[in-house]
C-alpha cells in the first residue's frame, strides 16, 4: 500500500494475473471493496489490456517482402537450405494457435483505404489487370514472399474502372492523366523516400487510373504543377500519416526522380525531394 | 499434402515465410515500433532460420521457433540500443512530450500513443505485453517462444501494465473501455 492508504498499479497488476499468495490476495479485495480509488486504478490496468489489444495489425509492406526475398535468395545461393528432411508443415502446423489469419481491423487507422475495404489479408492493390500482370511478371521472378504479393493482386485487389492502356504507352509518352496507383500500406520514412524507390513501387512505368476521384485530382493537380505524369503513385503512409506519394522523372538519364508526399487535403507533408528511381 | 507439392527445400522454406511474415512482421513492429528497425530485424530472424533450419526437429512447433527467433532478434536489437528501464515520472513526462497533434483520428491517436508508450518499458516487459495482450497469445504459447516460465511472463506482463496505466489513462474516455472496468473490479473483488 502506498501511505497506507492506496496498493500501488504492480500489487494490483499482480492480483489480477492471480500472482499474489491467498493471504495478501484476499487482503487485496477486501480493500478494493471499500476502496473506489484502488477499483479505479484497478479497471485502468484492464484499460491497458483493451487499449493493447485494439491496436490494428498491419500487413508486411511490400518493400520489406521483397528484401526478405533477395535476402533469402542469396543465401541459397550460397549453399541452399541444409534441411536432412522436407518436414510436413501442414501437419507441423494444424493446431498451432497462430495459424489464423492476420486481418486487419475495419477501424485501423494503418491499414490503407483498399485494405479496410477488402479486409483480405495482405496489401491491397489498386492498378490495371495489365500493369499488375506485368507486376506479376516482374514480382514472379523474385520468388518467395513476393508469390503472395503477385497472387494477392487477383483476389485482394481492387478492380480498377477506365481505359485499359498498354503497359507500352508510358504516360510519359501520351502525357493522358494516366498513373497507376497502388495502396501497398507501406508506411514510409524520409530515409526511404530518398531512394532507390523500384523495390517499392514496383516496375516502371505504371499505368492506369484510379477510381478514387480525390486522389486522382491531386494527382492531376501534382502533374500539372511540374507539368509532367508520374511514373508512379502509392497509397501508403508517411511517418504514420495517410499519404499518397508520387514519383515524376527529374532526369531519367542520370536516375533521379522527384518525390511529393502528400496527405488526404492534398498538401505537401514533406517538402518535395529528389531520390534514385532504382 | 504440402509436401507433393514441394520440391526442394527452398521452396518448404518459402511457405514458412509466406505463412508467417505477416505474423511476423506484426510482432517485431510492435515489439521495436520502429518499421525500419522492424524490417531488419524480421529479415536477419528469416535469414537466421533459414541458416539454422537443420537444427529444427520436426516433433517442435515451427512457429513456436520462428517466434522466438523473430523476437529474440528483436531483443537483440534493442538491448544493443542500451534502452535502459527509465521511472514512472520519466515515462509520463515522455508520453506528453510524445503527444501526437491534434489534427490526427482518434484511432490513430490512440495507436501512437499505445507505441510510444510501449517503447519506454524494458525490452523484457515490452515483448510479453506485445505477446500476450496485443497479439492475443495465450501466456503459455508466450511462453513457450520467449523460453522463460509461464509465471515469469505473467510478471512482466504484470509490470508493464503498471507503467503504462498511468501513461495512458488519458485515452481511457476516447475508447470504448467502460465495459471492462464494472464486472472486471467485481470479480477480482468477489474473487
Known amino acids: 500500500m502506498t501511505g497506507d492508504t492506496h496498493y500501488d498499479l504492480e500489487i494490483l497488476a499482480e492480483l489480477a494475473e492471480g500472482l499474489l499468495d491467498d493471504a495478501t490476495a484476499l ?252 | 499434402m504440402l509436401t507433393r507439392h514441394i520440391e526442394g527445400d527452398t521452396t518448404a522454406f518459402s511457405e514458412i515465410v509466406k505463412r508467417h511474415r505477416d505474423r511476423m512482421w506484426a510482432v517485431a513492429l510492435r515489439t521495436l515500433g520502429d518499421p525500419d528497425e522492424a524490417a531488419d530485424a524480421v529479415q536477419d530472424a528469416f535469414v537466421s532460420a533459414y541458416r539454422k533450419a537443420e537444427s529444427f526437429r520436426g516433433d517442435a512447433a515451427v512457429t513456436t521457433w520462428l517466434h522466438r527467433i523473430v523476437v529474440n532478434a528483436c531483443l537483440d536489437r534493442m538491448r544493443r540500443k542500451s534502452v535502459r528501464p527509465v521511472a514512472d515520472d520519466e515515462l509520463i513526462e515522455a508520453a506528453e512530450r510524445d503527444m501526437p497533434l491534434p489534427d490526427q483520428t482518434a484511432e490513430r491517436e490512440v495507436s501512437l500513443e499505445v507505441t510510444a508508450a510501449l517503447k519506454l518499458l524494458p525490452a523484457d516487459q515490452r515483448a510479453a505485453l506485445v505477446l500476450v495482450d496485443m497479439m492475443g497469445y495465450s501466456v503459455e504459447d508466450a511462453a513457450a517462444v520467449l523460453d522463460v516460465p509461464a509465471g515469469t511472463v505473467k510478471s512482466r506482463c504484470a509490470r508493464g501494465r503498471a507503467k503504462l496505466a498511468p501513461i495512458l489513462s488519458h485515452l481511457r474516455n476516447r475508447t470504448d473501455l467502460t465495459r471492462v472496468s464494472s464486472p472486471k473490479g467485481a470479480q477480482l473483488r468477489d474473487g
Open chain 1, 27 to 278: 487482503e487485496v479485495r477486501s480493500h478494493l471493496a471499500i476502496c473506489d480509488a484502488c477499483g479505479e486504478s484497478l479497471a485502468g490496468l484492464a484499460a491497458v489490456r483493451e487499449l493493447l489489444s485494439a491496436v490494428p495489425v498491419t500487413a508486411m509492406p511490400l518493400g520489406v517482402a521483397m528484401r526478405i526475398d533477395r535476402a533469402l535468395e542469396s543465401e541459397a545461393e550460397r549453399g541452399g537450405l541444409r534441411l536432412v528432411e522436407t518436414p510436413d508443415w501442414d501437419e507441423i502446423m494444424k493446431d498451432s494457435p497462430w495459424e489464423q489469419p492476420v486481418e486487419p481491423a475495419p477501424t485501423a487507422p494503418v491499414v490503407p483505404l483498399a485494405a479496410r475495404r477488402k479486409k483480405t489479408r495482405g496489401r491491397a492493390w489498386a492498378m490495371p489487370v495489365a500493369a499488375a500482370a506485368a507486376a506479376a511478371v516482374v514480382f514472379g521472378g523474385v520468388g518467395l514472399a513476393t508469390q503472395i504479393v503477385a497472387s494477392g493482386s487477383g483476389d485482394g485487389g481492387v478492380t480498377v474502372a477506365g481505359p485499359a492502356v498498354s503497359p507500352e504507352k508510358s504516360p510519359l509518352k501520351t502525357a493522358e492523366s494516366a498513373w497507376a496507383v497502388r495502396a501497398s500500406g507501406h508506411n514510409y520514412t524520409s530515409r526511404e523516400l530518398n531512394g532507390p524507390l523500384l523495390g517499392y513501387f514496383g516496375p516502371e512505368p505504371g499505368t492506369g487510373t484510379n477510381t478514387d476521384a480525390q486522389t486522382d485530382k491531386c494527382v492531376a493537380h501534382k502533374a500539372n504543377e511540374l507539368d509532367r505524369q508520374p511514373i508512379a503513385v502509392d497509397q501508403a503512409f508517411y511517418n504514420g500519416q495517410d499519404a499518397t506519394i508520387m514519383a515524376f522523372w527529374e532526369d531519367k538519364t542520370i536516375n533521379a526522380v522527384r518525390v511529393v508526399v502528400v496527405g488526404p487535403d492534398c498538401h505537401n507533408l514533406r517538402p518535395e525531394g529528389l531520390a534514385t528511381w532504382n
